[in-house]
């Protein structure tokens, strides 16, 4: 019987060089919460919009800390930036305006895009002043991207792009997107082919941004659409034709990060806060164990795969395993949360465990949809593991 593939890279240690790191940013955190400049959010990756919170994080070198020097940012490795973005998680502070520029649009401009690129968008991502959303989702396609429908159409000059895009976070505020579309018709043969990246910039005319508001009333999703919106060609990402190849690679960095398992963490804290004034049965210790350990599970493998990234490789099929795994794990904080305790979730609190628990409660749905649903990620692995 042929050997299975690996599901994650080997396991990696952090050097001794990111404990001072670790330090700096819970100092800056503690002085930023004892200022009263934020409170600790769930799912704050997504919902806590602070350009503030970006830009002082940038003066400190937190942002931007992958992409070389030469375009502003700071040359440091992926386990850096790893320290760092997991204790603003797990701080639960405001990082989603600068979080897809960072994690995702920096990597996939240094791989993919041209010189001029790289010179017009990397040292404002890494300053905390050019932010992005995904272009990647489309009405009725779920998450089976091969089926976008927005299509760009060869005009003297570039691409004159017409279509949809939705669940786009934080459109409202960001200066571009990567747009997936399709650039040549569709092969039944071969799904995948045909597909581009566009860098789009949303003040573009013929841009229409909508707001999608959430179960609370906020707003963070969007639904862009496209009429006749013109994109040079000095706008195209990567080669015409290999959108399906960029955007999955795209992916290894969007599905793998400590985001995927903590955007419930400060819950799983106020938790324990709450639960140590109180004698603990055994029911209680073996539930607190059992979600104690698997979050050190995840992150494990989470850093396991940000070693990988590190070491130049593209670990597509580990971020599926991560990010299916660590979504079930955040409902499954949630879901411990109310059986353990019965204080009522209160999303008109000022702070605390009870506020924590009702944004987790409104933010789960999105769980295990955003980035891929469950489902997809598990055909994912099954066809890596030669199943299917």
Known sequence: MAKLPSLVPPPVELPERVADLRAEVRAFLAEERAAGAWRPRADTWLSGWDERFSRALAERGWLGMTIPTEYGGHGRGALDRYVVTEELLAAGAPVAAHWVADRQIGPSLMRFGTEEQRQRFLPGIAAGEVFFGIGMSEPDSGSDLASVRS???WVDGGWELTGTKVWTSGAHHAHAFFALVRTSPKDDTNRHAGLSQLIVELDSPGVTIRPIPLLTGAHHFNEVVFDKVFIPDTRVLGEVGQGWHQVTSELAFERSGPERYLSTFPLLVALLQEISTGE????????LGGLVSRYWTLRRMSLAIAGALE????????????????TRFENEVIDASRLLLSIPPDPGAESGYARLLAEAVLHAPGFTLRGGTNEILRGIVARGLGLR
């Open 280 to 287: 603990l049965d055994a029911g209680r210790r073996r539930d």
């Open 151 to 153: 299509k760009a159409e």
């Open 311 to 326: 070491a130049g490789q593209a670990p597509e099929l580990a971020a599926a395993v991560v990010k299916d795994l660590g």
